[in-house]
């Protein structure tokens, strides 16, 4: 997976920050720093508050994915959903706030080398790192098709925007108000059904642990390893904590450790973790 050296702390005003579907929000930084090495599916880890540290509640940093960055402008765009006390508070910072930044940070997806006939699958707000990644195969000339589930149309985002990237999109929601009537992993099951005709299958995923179980099955049906980006807790991001520990898919006794999200991921190989009981 990969990964860069240059993660540093970085002071970086907020440029907008606005809500773009219903509870979920986009809020671009100026972090010319960060936008200069990210890649996908990397992540950084914000402050939720300006006030100096000492007046900081929550201490914590949260963790987000780098879902957009545009280089040439030193910008880079954050997604996430106001669920928590932390992103509530990110939720109230108007353009000119300075906040704290940590990155990049993470070990990214790996992208082909050669043509492929790939696949993106994205659950919830598991659409994060999917603009930058798709960003990232265009400039490699390479198509593919993105797989969007979400719980209803609400709360969807993220299908103009992989459009515009040259992507196919379907469609999944929980309710049936768009697209497919069920889970999106009903859609990689259609996918991995279609012929390939000898080309190569890449399946890049990220969502809630049960349909990364369930992406991790149907591609192991499929004689294919994906490549997963897991969404976990997180406290520093960069492996003091020990906070976002996964269990090794060999056991910890075999690798003699367990993996950090933070350090060894957020990207991993399909088969290189446990997933919660029964997988």
């Known amino acids: 997976m990969m990964e860069t050296p240059h993660k540093g702390i970085y002071e970086c005003p907020v440029i907008a920050n606005d809500e773009v579907a219903r509870g979920i929000f986009l809020m671009q930084?100026?972090?010319p720093a960060i936008a200069a090495v990210v890649q996908p599916g990397q992540?950084?880890?914000?402050?939720?508050?300006?006030?100096p540290v000492e007046q900081l509640t929550p201490l914590l940093r949260r963790p987000f994915s780098v879902c957009q960055v545009e280089r040439s402008q030193g910008r880079i765009a954050v997604l996430w959903k106001a669920i928590g006390l932390g992103t509530r508070l990110l939720t109230r910072h108007r353009p000119g706030t300075v906040l704290s930044v940590i990155g990049p940070l993470g070990r990214g997806f790996e992208l082909p080398q050669q043509e492929a006939?790939?696949?993106?699958?994205?659950?919830?707000?598991?659409?994060a790192p999917m603009p930058i990644l798709a960003a990232a195969l265009q400039q490699r000339g390479l198509s593919f098709t993105a797989l969007i589930g979400c719980r209803m149309a609400a709360e969807l985002w993220g299908q103009e925007e992989l459009q515009r990237l040259?992507?196919?999109?379907?469609?999944?929601?929980?309710?049936?108000?768009?697209?497919?009537?069920?889970?999106v992993t009903g859609l990689l099951q259609d996918w991995l059904q279609q012929p390939a005709a000898g080309a190569a299958r890449q399946v890049y995923a990220c969502g809630p642990m049960p349909m990364l179980a369930a992406v991790a099955e149907l591609c192991r049906a499929a004689d294919l390893t994906a490549q997963v980006a897991v969404e976990t807790i997180?406290?520093?991001?960069?492996?003091?904590?020990?906070?976002?520990?996964?269990?090794?898919?060999?056991?910890v006794q075999q690798l003699g450790r367990y993996l950090l999200a933070c350090l060894d991921g957020p990207v991993f190989e399909s088969d290189q973790i446990r997933y919660g009981a029964g997988h």
């Open 43 to 51: 992540f950084v880890n914000l402050q939720t508050q300006a006030q």
């Open 29 to 31: 930084l100026h972090a």
């Open 234 to 251: 997180m406290g520093c991001g960069f492996g003091v904590c020990m906070g976002c520990n996964l269990e090794p898919a060999q056991g």
């Open 117 to 127: 006939r790939i696949a993106l699958v994205a659950g919830g707000l598991g659409i």
């Open 166 to 183: 040259g992507g196919t999109v379907a469609l999944a929601t929980d309710d049936g108000s768009a697209g497919h009537h069920g889970f």
